[in-house]
């Protein structure tokens, strides 16, 4: 599908706590939230997709949430579009509210399962959890649901949100928890106007084609997994993010955007400078001087190489080279914990 051009903010896993609960004893993930809303509005969205964990481990905050997330949408002009995922309890009365579902236009097989449409673009939600189980799962009724609303493309195609990624995580630790059966969605999707697929869950970021569709899994807002955890263990980062959708003619992009800034800027400079510089490289000739970013080869040289070299990763808390804490409780969580 060849559709106009969207920006969407995705956010996913705020797993939000009761009003003055820090996660892990640690992490203030209201304002973890609040601060994604307020950086959201540098990329002027056309619409916040949140693609859940609202709440950690079910607790009773949606009243609250949904109120943050109808400021945001009057702040940003925009839609904030919200599905549950395996922490939440989407029967909830306050979830099935009209700032959950403000604008959505059609309604599936129970909460979660929604049309939205953004201008032209259609967003539908799908809720994937399957309580009591490590994987998500989409039912029959949701995938016929499915088929039949795509059945009927939209004006500028549809982007799909699911909690549960169709792919396996990075770590092993994880394996068995994305969706199960993935390739029933792909078979529902495939000839559609399907333009991406976004999910979380992981809180980790990852991309992955399923059939021809892009899926984007997001890095989380609440905390980031340790990709470097010991064996056995799932640790978790004290790093929060957003990530900017782009929906271009014929073309998708996700970029992973950290909402601590960095400790040190190293370099700044006008982009008038890059113009300047590209410029006069086209013009040189290609052997009468080096390009304005290339390491000169006497600075490869044993006399002459640096003296700080990039530290192994670390693969244990602890290491004085690791670039972010690990979270006070979180390290060395057992497998069976939940994400």
């Given at each position: ?9 995705h ?5 939000l ?5 820090l996660m892990f ?34 607790r009773?905050i ?5 109120g943050?997330?109808?400021?945001a949408?009057r702040e940003l ?23 959950f ?6 309604q599936?097989?129970g909460?979660?399962?929604?049309v ?26 949701q ?20 909690h549960?990624p ?11 928890r ?16 399907v333009?991406?697929?976004?999910c ?10 399923l059939g ?7 890095p ?8 470097f955890a ?19 003619e ?9 909402l601590?800034r ?11 400078h890059l ?20 390491v000169p080869a006497?600075?490869t ?7 700080h ?19 006070p ?6 497998l069976?914990?939940?994400?």
């Amino acid at each position: 599908m060849n559709g106009p051009g969207y920006t969407l903010i995705h956010l996913t896993d705020t797993h939000l706590q009761q009003p003055g609960e820090l996660m892990f004893g640690a992490l203030d993930t209201w304002e973890r939230t609040a601060e994604a809303l307020r950086a959201a509005a540098r990329y002027q969205p056309d619409a916040v997709v949140v693609t859940g964990d609202i709440a950690d481990c079910g607790r009773d905050i949606y009243a609250d949430a949904a109120g943050m997330f109808a400021r945001a949408g009057r702040e940003l002009g925009c839609p904030v579009i919200v599905l549950p995922g395996n922490h939440d309890l989407p029967g909830t009365r306050a979830w099935t509210g009209e700032v959950f579902t403000g604008s959505r236009t059609a309604q599936g097989p129970g909460p979660g399962n929604d049309v939205h449409f953004v201008g032209g673009l259609r967003v539908i939600t799908l809720d994937s959890d399957d309580p009591g189980q490590p994987a998500g799962r989409l039912t029959g009724e949701q995938l016929h649901w499915l088929d039949t609303v795509l059945a009927d493309p939209a004006p500028d195609g549809t982007v799909l949100a699911l909690h549960h990624p169709p792919v396996d995580s990075l770590l092993p630790q994880l394996a068995g928890r994305g969706l199960a059966r993935p390739a029933e969605l792909a078979g529902v999707l495939a000839g559609t106007d399907v333009r991406a697929v976004l999910c979380g869950h992981y809180h980790h970021a990852l991309s992955c084609r399923l059939g021809g569709v892009p899926v984007w899994a997001g890095p989380a807002v609440s905390y980031t997994q340790d990709l470097f955890a010991p064996p056995e263990t799932v640790q978790g980062l004290d790093s929060s993010w957003l990530s900017v959708i782009r929906l271009g003619e014929g073309s998708f992009s996700a970029v992973p955007v950290p909402l601590q800034r960095a400790e040190a800027v190293v370099f700044s400079r006008p982009t008038a400078h890059l113009k300047a510089a590209a410029s006069a490289d086209a013009t040189a000739h290609p052997d009468s001087s080096p390009h304005p970013w290339t390491v000169p080869a006497a600075a490869t040289t044993a006399t002459n190489r640096s003296t700080h070299p990039l530290p192994a990763p670390a693969r244990a808390p602890g290491r004085p080279s690791r670039q972010q804490p690990l979270l006070p409780v979180f390290q060395g969580e057992p497998l069976a914990a939940q994400l």
